[in-house]
C-alpha cells in the first residue's frame, strides 16, 4: 500500500503516474507553484481572506465552520473535475503547510474511490527541499561566455543537440538578460517561479555528467539566480567565446530584425543614460531608416564595454579563451567539447562556499 504522506522527494517522484493539485487559492498559485500541478483551489482569493481573518479574530474553531459552510456546496463540483482530470483516479495533493485544506480535499477524494498521497509540510516544505538543493547541486558545470551577439544560446542548444546537457537559464526566465531582453519573450514568472522551474530543469539532469549555462549576471529580468547555485555557477570553468564583430552584427541583426521598430526604440532609450545622446540619436535614425546593422553596433559598442568589465572581474577558477575567425555554431559547439574533454572536476563543493 502506498504511504499517503511523502516528503517532498517522494511527493515529486510520485507524479509519474499521478496528477497533482495544488488546493491553495488562485492567488498562492500565481504567486509560484510545483511545475505540472493543476490550480484546484479549495477557496478563492476572497473566500481564503475570509477565513483567514475570522481565524485571526475568533479562533480555529469559527474559521473552520465559515471553511465548512463555504466548501459543502462545491464537494459534487471537485469530484467531477477531479475524475476529469485523472481518469485513473489517482491524485497527490498539497497545500501550503499541509495542514486542513490538503487533509480535507484528500479525504473527500479518497470517499470518492481515489487512491491519494499529500506532501508532508505542503508547499512550504516543497520550497524549503529545493533551496537546500540549490545549496547542495553537485553538478560540473561549464559556463558559455562571450560578448553580446556571439551567438551563446545558440551555441547552448547546438551543445545540446550534440547530446550534452544543457540548463537555458534565459529561456526560464523568458528574459534574454539586456534591455533588449524582454523583446519576443513571454511575460516573466515571478522569482519564486522561476525557482522553481530551475530546480525543476535540474531534476531531469544526471548528475555524473556534465552541464553546460550562458553566462549570465544574478539578474535575467526581474528574476534572480538563487544564491547557493550563483556560488556554484561563478566556480566553474568558463569558455569564454570570441567571433568577429562582423559576425556579432549578423546575429543581432537575425535575431531582432523582426520585431517593430518601436520595441527597439523602447530598448535603446533605457539605455540613454550610458550609450550618450548622440549614440542614441545614431541607433534611432539607424533603426527608422531599417538600418539595423548600424544600430546594432551602437548597441555593441555599450555591451562591450560591460563585457570587458565583467570578465576582469569574473571569479572563475578557470577562464578559457576559444577564439574563432567565424561564427559557426557546429564547429564552435564541438570545439567546446573538445575543450570541456580536457578538464578535470576535482573540487568539492564545500570549497566553493567562500564564493
Not at 9 to 24: E, Q
Not at 146 to 156: E, F, Y
Not at 271 to 281: S, T
Request: net charge neutral; with cysteine; aromatic share 10%.
Amino acid at each position: 500500500m502506498t504511504e499517503s504522506i511523502l516528503l517532498p522527494h517522494a511527493f515529486l517522484s510520485a507524479r509519474s503516474d499521478r496528477i497533482v493539485l495544488d488546493v491553495r487559492s488562485p492567488g498562492e498559485f500565481a504567486q509560484g507553484h510545483i511545475p505540472g500541478a493543476v490550480s484546484f483551489p479549495l477557496f478563492n482569493d476572497a473566500e481564503r481572506a475570509q477565513v483567514g481573518t475570522l481565524y485571526k479574530q475568533q479562533g480555529k474553531e469559527e474559521a473552520m465552520l465559515l471553511g465548512l459552510r463555504i466548501v459543502g456546496p462545491k464537494m459534487e463540483k471537485f469530484v467531477r473535475e477531479a475524475r476529469k482530470l485523472a481518469p485513473h483516479r489517482r491524485l497527490a495533493v498539497h497545500c501550503w503547510r499541509g495542514g486542513q485544506r490538503s487533509g480535507s480535499m484528500a479525504w473527500l477524494f479518497r470517499q470518492s474511490g481515489f487512491d491519494v498521497v499529500t506532501l508532508l509540510g505542503g508547499y512550504k516544505n516543497y520550497r524549503r527541499h529545493l533551496l537546500e538543493a540549490f545549496e547542495q547541486a553537485s553538478f560540473n558545470m561549464i559556463v558559455i561566455g562571450g560578448q553580446t551577439g556571439t551567438g551563446k544560446t545558440k551555441i547552448l542548444r547546438e551543445l545540446q543537440r550534440l547530446g550534452e546537457q544543457i540548463i537555458d537559464l534565459e529561456a526560464l526566465a523568458h528574459h534574454k538578460g539586456s534591455a533588449f531582453g524582454a523583446i519576443g519573450e513571454l511575460p516573466q514568472p515571478t522569482v519564486e517561479q522561476f525557482e522553481n522551474d530551475l530546480f525543476e530543469a535540474m531534476q531531469h539532469l544526471d548528475a555524473k555528467r556534465r552541464v553546460w549555462l550562458e553566462n549570465e549576471s544574478r539578474s535575467i529580468g526581474r528574476v534572480f539566480i538563487p544564491e547557493g547555485f550563483w556560488r556554484h555557477f561563478k566556480a566553474s570553468p568558463l569558455f569564454n567565446i570570441e567571433v568577429p564583430f562582423e559576425c556579432r552584427i549578423k546575429n543581432l541583426v537575425d535575431d531582432y530584425t523582426g520585431f517593430s521598430v518601436a520595441e527597439l526604440e523602447d530598448a535603446f532609450c533605457r539605455i540613454e543614460k550610458k550609450l550618450g545622446g548622440q549614440h542614441l540619436k545614431t541607433a534611432l535614425e539607424a533603426l527608422r531608416a531599417g538600418d539595423y546593422a548600424t544600430a546594432a553596433g551602437v548597441a555593441l559598442r555599450y555591451y562591450d564595454k560591460t563585457y570587458h568589465f565583467g570578465l576582469e572581474h569574473n571569479i572563475s577558477p578557470d577562464i578559457r579563451m576559444l577564439r574563432f575567425d567565424h561564427a559557426i555554431v557546429e564547429t564552435i559547439a564541438r570545439a567546446c567539447i573538445t575543450q570541456a574533454d580536457t578538464l578535470v572536476h576535482s573540487t568539492p563543493f564545500e570549497q566553493l562556499q567562500k564564493f
